[in-house]
């Protein structure tokens, strides 16, 4: 029986609740979530729970913030020029832009928090930060990756 380990191709259903119990995510009945095992595909402290799990076995997998997307960081939410979006884009609180971090390249999801006539305030937070994140579900599938799905680094 094969187990979750490193270079395989592993499909899980599951269910991703915050700290209130509310669900904020689910993989679809007929559609587990599927990754390489040790691609960072997933979140690493989840992926470091599944190792060794085989097809069909149940998991519960309770995350706090600094092992998932970190702890909210007030210095994130930053004021920005009105002109820094499109002059014709209607902006509304709720409302997420992604960008291009100018230090690291990486791209950014920005919620805007507040609109002003000349400034709107974002928060470059990923939205699970500081939320204990809870995972439970079941292994649907674990199988050797092939050396192309290794060398990409992601299945198929």
């Known amino acids: 029986m094969t187990e979750v380990a490193?270079?395989?191709v592993v499909?899980?259903?599951f269910t991703l609740r915050d700290d209130k119990g509310d669900v904020l995510d689910a993989s679809p009945a007929d559609q587990p979530l599927v990754y390489l095992h040790g691609a960072e595909?997933?979140?690493?402290a989840l992926e470091a729970g599944l190792v060794g799990k085989t097809v069909g076995e149940e998991f519960s997998i309770t995350?706090?913030?600094a092992d998932a997307f970190g702890d909210r960081q007030e210095d994130m939410v930053v004021s920005v020029p009105r002109s820094s979006f499109p002059a014709e884009q209607e902006l509304q609180v709720g409302m997420q832009f992604q960008a291009e971090d100018p230090d690291s390249g990486d791209t950014r999801l920005l919620?805007?928090?507040e609109v002003g006539a000349d400034t709107?305030?974002?928060d470059t937070n990923h939205p699970l930060a500081g939320i204990t994140l809870s995972f439970q579900g079941n292994v649907h599938e674990v199988r050797t990756a092939t050396e192309e799905e290794i060398a990409q680094?992601?299945?198929g």
């Open 111 to 113: 919620l805007i928090a």
């Open 120 to 122: 709107v305030t974002v």
């Open 153 to 155: 680094g992601a299945p």
């Open 63 to 65: 995350l706090e913030p």
């Open 11 to 13: 499909s899980i259903n």
């Open 6 to 8: 490193a270079n395989c």
């Open 41 to 44: 595909g997933i979140i690493p």
